[in-house]
């Protein structure tokens, strides 16, 4: 069997895998000259060793095909845990950094009211019988028609508890509360609820060295020649022969696709015939998250430990190096939706000194950096986002018709997985087209 694999992050690298373990011949079109997509680890930028996520960062103990791979290539993972609690650790507003006697002073409330914006998803997820299925619920419309705002709205959240709240929803989904569907949000809190029950607390590390030893490691599996860099693929044709896949001037050709790419560089190919029009909806419509990942390096750190929220440009910061020896430190300015988009709008010197700025008003004693990089995901052409949000409406549109088969074209990736937005998704989606294909050769 003869396989197109479009895209060499972890979902592409997978799928090849696993395909040519089994005998299949397979090419695997990467338009970058490099292998990861949105998996990226930089270090070049940085002294001592130290190095940051330029894109996915955490793996949870819920991820057992990460947790794999790590154990597989010999990597580690950080002894540096975290909950997703720890977003309310600090707050900078109004020139002062509050911890959490602060905020406990100035909203005694703000606890249980983000307790009850949980509460509300965790009940809306009890009707989700299977995660992978979220369409499924009973009241699957409703609940997709609203976005996480409408929920903060009818709850009647005050201001700090909306402040929060917003955040979350920009860095969870890199979106803007109106912009994630509620039942989206219900979706990935059933999953974590069935996937946390042997595991009890769920907590999140990285990985020492970064992601990219995972996708290296993947890489260098595959047979020398197999990963084709620099092929952007630009039409993929279906007849009695097969499909060919043109990328430039060189024409693949295959008896199975397999899209493992951003569905936002699809929208440029051109499909013969076309896709069926509730695919092509799909393939159009699909929201995706926008993220701008600034990491700036210091020689000292005179910051507190834990997660930082700011009404400043950064929206959260947090320390990537937590657990490295060296006296320097890395701080990650982490900016999702509109603000990410905003960003992104600027030269990446210019990012740059939008967060130190940032990251200055916060903590004053900050000496001046060392260097950094700013990462803008929405701004790069063959990632068009950070990765999948699935807005109002979207999961009764768009779930279920990602994840089946068309023809001989099948779609991988984070967006079509049960896990979506996570590098365990994209292990996920990977391993599902490959048992689907090598169920039916």
């Avoid at 373990?21 to 680890?41: I, Q």
């Avoid at 999953?191 to 029950?197: F, G, P, Q």
């Avoid at 799909?282 to 000292?300: D, F, I, M, N, S």
């Avoid at 509109?338 to 939008?354: C, I, P, V």
């Amino acid at each position: 069997m003869r396989i197109v694999v479009v895209g060499a992050g972890l979902a592409g690298l997978t799928a090849a895998e696993l395909l040519h373990n089994a005998g299949c011949d397979v090419a695997v079109l990467e338009a970058s000259n490099r292998v990861g997509g949105r998996a990226y680890t930089r270090s070049a930028e940085f002294i001592n060793g130290q190095a940051a996520e330029a894109g996915a960062e955490w793996v949870d103990n819920v991820h057992p095909r990460m947790r794999g791979l790590v154990e597989r290539f010999g990597l580690r993972m950080d002894d540096n845990a975290t909950t997703w609690t720890a977003i309310r650790r600090w707050l900078f507003r109004d020139g002062a950094l509050l911890g959490p006697a602060d905020l406990a002073r100035l909203d005694p409330q703000l606890g249980d009211e983000l307790d009850r914006l949980e509460d509300f998803f965790a009940s809306v997820a009890a009707g989700i019988s299977d995660a992978a299925h979220p369409a499924q619920h009973p009241q699957a419309a409703h609940y997709d028609s609203l976005s996480a705002a409408d929920i903060v709205d009818q709850l009647e959240l005050g201001e700090l508890a909306r402040l929060f709240a917003t955040r979350n929803m920009q860095g969870e989904f890199a979106a803007e509360p109106h912009e994630v569907s509620a039942l989206f949000v219900a979706q990935q809190r059933a999953l974590y609820e069935a996937a946390a029950t042997p595991h009890g607390e769920v907590v999140a590390q990285r990985i020492v060295g970064g992601v990219s030893g995972v996708t290296a490691g993947l890489a260098s599996a595959l047979p020398q020649g197999m990963i084709r860099f620099g092929e952007t693929v630009d039409a993929v044709t279906i007849d009695e022969t097969g499909a060919h896949v043109r990328a430039g001037a060189n024409t693949y050709h295959a008896d199975q696709v397999v899209l493992a790419c951003s569905l936002v560089p699809l929208r440029a190919v051109v499909f013969d015939p076309p896709l069926p029009p509730e695919l092509a909806a799909a393939v159009h419509g699909l929201g995706y998250g926008r993220v701008t990942k600034t990491a700036l390096q210091y020689p000292e750190r005179v910051w507190p430990a834990g997660y930082a929220t700011t009404t400043g440009r950064a929206q959260r910061v947090y320390e990537p190096t937590v657990g490295h020896p060296a006296e320097s430190g890395i701080l990650m300015g982490y900016t999702g939706g509109e603000g990410g988009t905003r960003l992104a709008d600027l030269a990446e010197s210019e990012r740059m000194r939008e967060i130190e700025l940032s990251q200055r008003e916060m903590y004053p004693a900050l000496p001046p950096p060392l260097g950094g990089f700013s990462q803008a995901w929405s701004g790069l052409a063959l990632f068009g986002g950070s990765y999948a949000v699935y807005r109002p409406g979207e999961i009764t549109r768009f779930w279920d018709v990602l994840r089946r088969p068309h023809g001989c074209i099948h779609f991988a990736g984070e967006h079509t997985a049960t896990w979506t937005g996570y590098l365990e998704g994209a292990v996920e989606s990977g391993e599902t087209v490959a048992s689907r294909l090598l169920a039916n050769r």
